[in-house]
Every structure is written in structure tokens, then in C-alpha cells.
């Protein structure tokens, strides 16, 4: 055979080949442009009027409707010489599961040490959907935390490992009655999570519920148990738990309860025991969460945990703190390596406590910043630390003292309004469960923003503003706007309807 010959039977066999190859690939996935829940949006004509929310330093606005502005319609293209944020209802991503904050013992405990009619100031400000600023996602713990008056577990007993003397007598004394005032405000509408700080003493190696410490491997299924028991108690109660978090903060040894867990012996132990546990039990569709720690090294541990599909199949997502730095970034690369996952900020508060600082107003702007941020980065909630503290920033048994959103003075009787409250009720008063992100960009770099589509069809617009300028800006979606003011350092919620 010719060479020549030879070489267009070679190129022609390439190219059959490649012809092959390429007819049995799947054909490339499309971007999806459109929104995926069509029903869920308004058709974007329809949106006539805009209200305008308004906290503020400085001034007496405190999620104080400010303005009700008509839509301005066939506006021109935005102008990129003036303060803009650019809406696309069309783009839509995460859903939010819920916000709210943490029940925790020593909120319940300073409750019920206040006068019957501050009671039910704080439940309406919290958890009213209306009145209030609609709290829709707990927290709580199982067994203590450093914000409970003592340490405790629900068995004490050595070698329990059938649980036979557990018993939830100390939680009905203040927590469960503070939770189920709480749902009652709320129409029932809280989701709730809960977390264990450590678990009883005897399973542990250090024999303590304090100071860190291992759980011993032969107990490994006996606290996997443990979960169960605690979600059948109060279920009883009539509280249902929708999710758990492994173990609050397993990297820390802390004073008060804690446990320690390497990511490899976390992912075993939801391996193992946990995961094939509530997969047994009546509780089969809990949504379980890892890490539950600070944003720092939260890849390398949702890295390790969710790499293992036998692991990854039981784990709903990942929770994580603020305290340590904000690293937001590391919320981000999260969402981006495992999509099909999802996040929760599961606590944060400021610290340390002082009464005299309480009308500081960067404790608000920490908020802010940090919901927004996440919220961008993908997560589907976000939990608040304690919703209700004393004037000592307690009760806490081994003075950890911190800050809350509402401080009762139980003195006196009298509640102080921290601006956090305001801030976090921007974000929980409008961006309410089942909402989805929208694509929401701004070309002024005074402002910070994120946006929301409600299942209502109504839209949520908040702005950040860091700093110490009022600036005027506009809201403009699909050829319509509206004009808005921003004060300086403020945070504003602009919803269209």
C-alpha cells in the first residue's frame, strides 16, 4: 500500500472516531435563564409599589417604614455614575429554610424572672410574623451548654448504655415552656434544630462534661441512641426536631461542655452510628448537620466528611459559627465544591459583656455584614446564639458572659433593645422560609445587598450601608425603578409588590 494511501485510511479512521465520540456525549447542560419556580414570580409588570424599612444611626428610625414609592416604569438603563442595585427575579438559587436565633436554657430562665407583660413583649417582638420580626428557624441543645445555670445530662447513671434513667425533667422546668410560648406566638411556624454540647461524663475519656475530652468508642452507639431519645422526648412535648448538628464546636476545648472530634472521627461516627441510627428510627428524614464550628477550616472538614459517600449520604449540609475571623470566602468554596449540599449558620453573638456598651452601634453592623455575606455565599439559614440574656449577660456556670439581641434586666424588669435585634429583623421579618435568592448586584461600593423572592411573589430587597455617608441610590429591575435614600450606617429592606 501507497504511503499516501496508508495516511488517508489513518485520518480517515481519526475522524469516524471522533465522529463516534462525539455523537454519544450528552449534549451540554444550558445554563438555565429562566426561573425554575414560574409560579413562585410575579410577572415582572406586575410589581407596582415599593415599601421602604429603615434602622439607622443616629436617628429614631428603627425598622421604621419610612416611604411606600411607586414604581417608576420604562426607566432608562442605569447609570453606572450613580449609586444603582441591579434586580434579576429570573436567576434564583438557594432556599431559605428559616432565621431566628437560639432557646437556650439561660434565655428561658431570664423569661420567666421577668413580669407576665414584658413575657409578652419579647415573644410578639420575636416570633409574631406581623407584629414582630418572625423569628422561623431555633436552635436549641440537648443536654446543657455553657448558657445553662448547671451541667447536666439526661442520664448521669454510669454505663447507661440503654438509657434507662434518661430524662428531660430538667428542661420542662423553663426551656420546654419557653419553647412551646414561642411556637404558640408563632402559629407553629418555627423550624427547630438542636445541638449537644457534650454528652454525659461516663462516656466520655475524660470522665468530664467539661474541658474537651473524647467520646469513648464503646459508647459510640449508645450516644448515636442518645439523639433518638432526646427527639422521642420532645416530640412527646410536641416539639419536633427537623434537623441536628453533630457536635457544637469539635475543635474546641472549651471550660464549659465540650467534645472533641477530628473530621475523620466525625465522618465515622455519622458513618457508623448516627447516620444508620436515625435512618432505623422514626426520625429517618432529620436533616443532619457537620462541623457546626467556626468558617476558618470549614472546607477541609466538609472536604473529609462529604469526599465519603458513605458518610455524605446521611449528612444534609454544613453548620458553621463567626467567632475567629469572617473568612466569607470559605462559606463560598463550600457551595462550590459540593452544590448538592447545603449550609446553615448555626451561631454567632457578640462578647464580651458590658451593660455600658450596649448602645455601641457596630454591634448591629456585625450582623448585618455577616448575615449578608452569607446569604450570598449560599447558605439556607441562618441562627442567631441566645435570643434573651440577663443583665449580667447570663446565666452562665462558667461566666462566659456575652451579648443578646434583648437583654432583661431582671433587676428592674425593664428589656433593652440592642440595635442587632433591628438588624437581624431585617433580614427575618422579609426573607421569609421557602424565599429564594435572586441575583442582586450594585455598582457603589458603599453598599453591600442581597435580594429574595418570597413565595408570596414579593421581593426583598436590603441594603447595607457601612459607612458614614447618606447616599441616595436606585433600585432597577427589567426597565422599572425606584428611588431610594440611604442614611449613613444604616441598613434598609426594600420590598416590591
Not at 271 to 281: D, E, I
Request: hydrophobic share 35%.
Amino acid at each position: 500500500m501507497k504511503k499516501s494511501t496508508l495516511q488517508k485510511l489513518m485520518l480517515y479512521t481519526l475522524v469516524m472516531a471522533v465522529m463516534m465520540v462525539t455523537s454519544c456525549a450528552p449534549a451540554e447542560k444550558k445554563v438555565q435563564t429562566t426561573d425554575e419556580n414560574k409560579t413562585m414570580v410575579k410577572k415582572i409588570q406586575d410589581y407596582k409599589t415599593a415599601d421602604v424599612f429603615v434602622t439607622a444611626k443616629n436617628t429614631s428610625s428603627r425598622l421604621e417604614k419610612t416611604q411606600q414609592l411607586p414604581l417608576i416604569t420604562q426607566a432608562p438603563e442605569p447609570d453606572e455614575n450613580f449609586p444603582v442595585v441591579i434586580l434579576d427575579p429570573s436567576k434564583t438559587f438557594q432556599e431559605i429554610v428559616g432565621i431566628g436565633g437560639a432557646l437556650t436554657d439561660a434565655s428561658a430562665e431570664t423569661f420567666y424572672k421577668l413580669p407576665a407583660d414584658k413575657q409578652q413583649e419579647i415573644m410578639t417582638a420575636y416570633f409574631d410574623p406581623q407584629k414582630g420580626i418572625g423569628y422561623s428557624l431555633c436552635r436549641t441543645h440537648i443536654n446543657s451548654c455553657d448558657f445553662s445555670s448547671a451541667s447536666y445530662a439526661y442520664t448521669e447513671t454510669a454505663d447507661d448504655t440503654l438509657l434507662a434513667d434518661f430524662s428531660i425533667e430538667k428542661d420542662k422546668k423553663f426551656r420546654i415552656p419557653f419553647i412551646k410560648e414561642a411556637m404558640k406566638t408563632s402559629g407553629n411556624q418555627i423550624t427547630f434544630i438542636a445541638s449537644p454540647w457534650s454528652p454525659p461524663a461516663w462516656m466520655k475519656s475524660n470522665n468530664n462534661m467539661l474541658r474537651g475530652g473524647k467520646l469513648l468508642p464503646q459508647f459510640h452507639q449508645a450516644w448515636a441512641d442518645y439523639y433518638i431519645r432526646f427527639m422521642k422526648e420532645y416530640k412527646s412535648e410536641g416539639i419536633p426536631m427537623w434537623g441536628l448538628t453533630v457536635q457544637n464546636e469539635p475543635m474546641a476545648t472549651q471550660t464549659w461542655e465540650s467534645c472533641i472530634y477530628t473530621a475523620a472521627e466525625e465522618r465515622d461516627f455519622v458513618k457508623n452510628f448516627l447516620g444508620p441510627a436515625l435512618v432505623k428510627s422514626e426520625f429517618k428524614d432529620t436533616k443532619l448537620i457537620i462541623w457546626d464550628h467556626n468558617r476558618g477550616v470549614m472546607y477541609q472538614r466538609a472536604q473529609t466528611v462529604l469526599d465519603d459517600k458513605e458518610a455524605s449520604k446521611y449528612v444534609w449540609g454544613t453548620g458553621f459559627h463567626w467567632y475567629v475571623g469572617d473568612h466569607f470566602e470559605n462559606v463560598k468554596r463550600v457551595k462550590e465544591a459540593y452544590p448538592d449540599k447545603n449550609l446553615l449558620f448555626t451561631e454567632g453573638c457578640n462578647y464580651p459583656f458590658n451593660i455600658d456598651s450596649l448602645n455601641e452601634w457596630h454591634w448591629g453592623e456585625t450582623y448585618g455584614k455577616s448575615i449578608l455575606n452569607d446569604l450570598n455565599n449560599g447558605v439556607n439559614g441562618w441562627v442567631d446564639w441566645n435570643v434573651l440574656l440577663d443583665e449580667t449577660g447570663g446565666p452562665n456556670h462558667v461566666n462566659n458572659f456575652c451579648m443578646a439581641p434583648i437583654i432583661g434586666d431582671t433587676r428592674n424588669g425593664q428589656l433593652h433593645y440592642m440595635n442587632a435585634f433591628y438588624y437581624l429583623g431585617h433580614f427575618s421579618k422579609f426573607i421569609r422560609p421557602g424565599a429564594k435568592r435572586i441575583i442582586s448586584s450594585t455598582n457603589d461600593d458603599a453598599f453591600l445587598t442581597t435580594a429574595f423572592i418570597n413565595t408570596d411573589g414579593t421581593i426583598a430587597v436590603v441594603v447595607l450601608n457601612l459607612t458614614g455617608k447618606d447616599k441616595d441610590f436606585q433600585v432597577w429591575m427589567n426597565n422599572k425603578s425606584v428611588n431610594s435614600h440611604s442614611p449613613a450606617n444604616s441598613i434598609i429592606t426594600v420590598v416590591l409588590k
